[in-house]
């Protein structure tokens, strides 16, 4: 049976410490705010946490979903 398939573009990782590392593959998905969102709130929940955003190889893509994502990490 077919059906639609959206790869995920987070990828969330802890590393120690209460370091949390994220990678945003592309700003394309319009899944990507949401997944962004998720891996931050799993992100905050870590005491005295910190964050490690990672952009490498990243293409870009729609700039509504960037400057979505960007308002998250910014108040």
């Known amino acids: 049976e077919r059906d639609a ?3 995920p ?3 969330t990782r802890y590393l ?3 370091t949390t ?6 700003f394309m998905s ?3 705010a949401n ?3 998720a891996a931050l709130e799993k992100a905050a ?3 005295n946490g910190k964050l490690v955003l990672d952009l490498r190889d990243n293409p870009g893509g729609r700039l509504d979903l960037a400057i979505n ?5 910014l108040k």
Not at 21 to 26: G, P
Not at 69 to 73: D, E, H, K, P, T
């Open 9 to 11: 573009v987070v990828t």
């Open 35 to 37: 997944e962004m969102a």
């Open 45 to 47: 929940k870590i005491p």
């Open 21 to 26: 590392y994220v990678k945003l593959d592309s």
């Open 69 to 73: 994502i960007v308002g998250m990490l």
């Open 16 to 18: 120690g410490n209460g």
């Open 30 to 32: 319009f899944n990507a």
């Open 5 to 7: 398939f959206i790869a």
